[in-house]
């Protein structure tokens, strides 16, 4: 098994561009995140699906857009980029909600928005 | 929002030494959990604390879930080069949420041979 990849690893974007981030497991996960990880921060949740065809809004969903369309693949989409939005990204995967159950993460995408 | 405070933000120590971190919250947890970042890689997670005092080792990692439910420990013993990389705690604010943990910041460990 894969587990969770991320597609791409590094991204450079110009302000005002469009991007998207694929994030796909193979563990047969209901539950997908998006985080990002800021210097000096913890890991923010951005959005995240409890299973296919749905997605909820986490702590800092502004300027990010999602999508579910497969169970297996978590789409998160930037309309239009800015410099503030330059980051790593990590999607994660859980069989369940339950905080009991682990999170699995991808190895990130390092974007950055000039 | 809330927040955890991970303490300290990073350590430089020889290899052999023992290592200890903290996170503490302004508000209960019902779950810690304790994760490691390597380099260019996501979070994996170490040790995960279910119930207040609950003890709980993974080798040479030890890890505590506070008795007031606000606080956690890890520690490393006897450190090695390899366990170099980022350690994060998170946790479970008992929000009855889909899985929703809070991060703390990180501590960024150094091991000298």
């Known amino acids: 098994n894969a587990g969770v990849t991320q597609t791409p690893k590094f991204r450079v974007l110009k302000t005002g561009q469009s991007m998207t981030l694929l994030c796909a497991q193979d563990m047969n996960h209901e539950y997908m995140y998006w985080y990002r990880q800021d210097p000096g921060m913890g890991l923010r949740l951005i959005h995240y699906?409890?299973?296919?065809?749905?997605?909820a809004k986490g702590e800092v969903p502004d300027g990010y857009n999602v999508s579910r369309l497969k169970k297996q693949n978590f789409l998160l989409g930037l309309e239009s980029a800015a410099p503030s939005q330059t980051s790593v990204y990590f999607c994660?995967?859980?069989?369940?909600?339950?905080?009991?159950?682990?999170?699995?993460f991808g190895p990130g995408t390092r974007l950055t928005v000039l | 929002g809330q927040q955890l405070n991970q303490s300290p933000q990073s350590m430089f120590i020889q290899e052999g030494e023992d290592v200890s971190m903290n996170c503490t919250s302004s508000?209960?947890?019902?779950?810690w959990l304790w994760y490691k970042q390597d380099p260019g890689e996501g979070p994996v997670l170490l040790i995960a604390?279910?119930?207040?005092?609950e003890l709980t080792s993974n080798g040479r990692l030890t890890a505590q879930f506070g008795i007031t439910r606000k606080d956690s420990f890890l520690n490393i013993s006897a450190s090695i080069p390899s366990d170099v990389g980022i350690y994060f705690c998170a946790g479970d604010p008992f929000s009855g949420g889909y899985n929703k943990l809070i991060f703390g910041a990180g501590t960024r460990l150094a091991v000298h041979p």
């Open positions: 699906s409890v299973g296919e065809g749905t997605t």
């Open positions: 508000s209960i947890f019902n779950t």
């Open positions: 994660a995967s859980s069989l369940t909600p339950s905080s009991t159950d682990t999170q699995y």
């Open positions: 604390l279910y119930k207040a005092g």
